[in-house]
């Protein structure tokens, strides 16, 4: 397939909702109860403007970062997103593929369509999402099984105490597809599990996160935050980074915008860890604002998925690669050699 050719992350997404059907295209788009936290976390963006400087040659700004011990040509990532399979034939080994080709950093979700090591198998760089299950001796071998099939580091997600209410799925009752999913419907049963969702627990606390960055061979993320507090805790409990994130609006209505939230994470850091960021990124000036703020490294979830949806891994290839030409642009316009030497002094609050 020929490399689709989009100008807008708006131009994936038409491509992505034609060709999925109506229910799986709300069960990627929809939000928790009223979807205000999507809007919010949207509007959050148009509150700041860019303050650029001139006459600085810079026509090449650098994109590259570090992230968990990786070098990536883009300081870009996809975001975990369950049963990639939903969207495309080709599942979670075309997201994985389609990133690296971009220089991004995927994250496969534990509701993965396909074994991990399926997923992983062309070698390049990934990470591994982890659920904070009552069965903390489950989230350790989902996490070794994942690591020992070549992810590079594990991401727990820290905001699902419970499951956020999500009204387009319940409306159409959507089952996440599972039943269609013979490789997730076996890890089901193995694990003793109904469903994925029947497994998280609200008794999760910081100690068994430090446990589980103490056993884990590899880097663990904490994801989800949006109190400065919370990502204190995370750097004492052995985090080598955090994700600041409302996971896409699906858990907590009317929570912060994360674009929001980000300044008092990062000034509460205050550059001990690499802060990664998500939430409503729709262009490449979104990513650059995000930087500017005081992010490391950002997180697409809808839009690389809308990729995948209409193209397969060529798909999520361009839209990354849409992203870091427009994130490229901004830098060189507002006067930055390096999107790392992006700040505050960068933007103008509306």
Do not use: C
């Not at 003793?192 to 884990?216: I, P, T």
């Not at 205050?270 to 490391?296: N, Q, T, Y």
Request: hydrophobic share 50%.
């Amino acid at each position: 397939m020929e490399r689709p050719v989009w100008h807008t992350l708006a131009d994936a997404g038409e491509a992505a909702r034609a060709a999925l059907s109506a229910a799986d295209w709300d069960h990627l788009m929809t939000g928790a109860e009223e979807e205000a936290s999507n809007r919010i976390a949207r509007a959050a963006f148009e509150r700041w403007s860019f303050l650029p400087r001139v006459l600085r040659s810079v026509p090449r700004p650098a994109l590259a970062t570090r992230l968990a011990g990786v070098e990536l040509a883009l300081p870009l990532l996809v975001a975990p997103v369950g049963t990639h399979a939903l969207f495309h034939p080709d599942a979670e080994p075309a997201t994985v593929a389609g990133a690296a080709a971009a220089g991004a950093l995927p994250v496969i979700s534990t509701m993965s369509s396909v074994a991990f090591a399926t997923a992983g198998a062309g070698g390049a760089p990934w990470l591994i999402q982890l659920y904070p299950f009552e069965d903390r001796g489950l989230v350790r071998e989902i996490a070794h099984e994942a690591i020992a099939a070549g992810a590079r580091g594990a991401v727990l997600t820290a905001d699902v105490p419970v499951l956020g209410r999500r009204v387009r799925d319940r409306r159409r009752g959507f089952r996440s597809g599972v039943d269609a999913r013979p490789y997730l419907q076996q890890e089901l049963s193995r694990r003793g599990l109904a469903s994925f969702w029947e497994g998280w627990s609200a008794e999760y606390r910081w100690d068994d996160v430090a446990a589980l960055a103490q056993e884990l061979p590899v880097p663990l993320i904490v994801k989800g935050l949006l109190h400065p507090t919370d990502a204190r805790l995370a750097h004492e409990a052995g985090a080598v980074a955090v994700w600041v994130s409302a996971h896409g609006g699906r858990q907590l209505d009317h929570a912060i915008a994360p674009l929001d939230a980000l300044p008092a994470i990062a000034a509460e850091l205050d550059g001990a860890l690499p802060v990664v960021f998500d939430g409503e990124v729709r262009s490449g000036a979104d990513v650059a604002k995000a930087l500017a703020l005081g992010a490391d490294a950002v997180a697409l979830g809808r839009p690389a998925i809308w990729g995948l949806a209409a193209a397969g891994g060529d798909g999520v290839t361009a839209v990354l690669e849409l992203v870091a030409a427009q994130l490229e642009s901004v830098a060189a316009l507002v006067g930055v050699g390096a999107v790392g030497e992006l700040g505050r002094e960068h933007l103008h609050r509306i």
